[in-house]
């Protein structure tokens, strides 16, 4: 049975590092081809996707949020980190995280978590 | 504003069929697979459909998925007030190297 839940802070303050953890269970993310992916969702509008990391370790990043996220993986504990640095109100959103089977040309999300909400504000 | 472009809304009357369009370019829907998603309010989104056409396990067949050219299409027949969700597009932007979601679209089963 494959899940996957994220945790971290509800409430963090403006400037500060958000710092978010995707547990898993299920599958392996040394699988060849596994991928796991965080997306978001501001409060009434539309699912945002920030990055991603793959098996081999390689990894992508929003093209606007670049500078400010990384992305890691913890394979021995099925863990998956994103850090999100200078957050700001804007970023107050739903954080999910979610699975890529397949990897390489298949960017389709099989499995989510059941998302965080996550609100900035001082 | 969103890269993939998807109407705000559609309704239908329960049992009766609708169409949900996603329109993109060619560096996404264009050269690149495209899922669907379901997402019940207050749930996470749920996928429905993912390389275009295919349904994942448990998808019923009253959901189906089609691409041409630069534009996908999602269809739900026998619509159902069990339906009534926000649906989302998504694919792979090969020019900006990221995923990219439509905006939305509110399905409200009339």
């Known amino acids: 049975q494959v899940t996957l839940k994220e945790s971290g802070p509800a409430l963090v303050k403006p400037t500060q590092t958000l710092t978010l953890t995707c547990t898993f269970s299920?599958?392996?993310?040394?699988?060849?081809?596994?991928?796991i992916s965080w997306i978001r969702q501001p409060p009434g509008k539309a699912l945002e996707w920030l990055a991603h990391?793959?098996?081999?370790?390689?990894?992508f990043y929003s093209t606007s949020l670049r500078t400010r996220l990384t992305i890691s993986k913890d394979t021995s504990k099925n863990q998956v980190v994103l850090t999100m640095t200078n957050m700001d109100p804007v970023d107050t959103a739903t954080y999910y995280c979610?699975?890529?089977?397949?990897?390489?040309?298949?960017?389709?999300?099989?499995?989510w978590g059941q998302g965080t909400l996550v609100t900035v504000s001082s | 504003q969103s890269v993939l472009t998807q109407p705000p809304s559609v309704s239908a009357a329960p049992g009766q069929k609708v169409t949900i369009s996603c329109s993109g370019s060619?560096?996404?829907?264009?050269?690149?697979?495209v899922s669907w998603y379901q997402q019940l309010p207050g749930t996470a989104p749920k996928l429905l459909i993912y390389?275009?056409?295919e349904r994942p396990s448990g998808i019923p067949d009253r959901f189906s998925g089609s691409k041409s050219g630069t534009s996908a299409t999602l269809g739900i027949t026998g619509l159902q007030t069990g339906d009534e969700a926000d649906y989302y597009c998504?694919?792979?932007?090969?020019?900006?190297?990221?995923?990219?979601f439509g905006g939305g679209t509110k399905l409200t089963v009339l």
């Open positions: 979610a699975r890529t089977p397949l990897g390489g040309l298949s960017h389709y999300f099989d499995y």
């Open positions: 299920g599958f392996s993310l040394s699988t060849s081809g596994m991928r």
């Open positions: 990391i793959d098996w081999d370790d390689d990894k």
């Open positions: 060619s560096s996404n829907i264009g050269n690149n697979y």
């Open positions: 390389e275009n056409n």
């Open positions: 998504g694919t792979w932007d090969s020019s900006l190297s990221v995923v990219v």
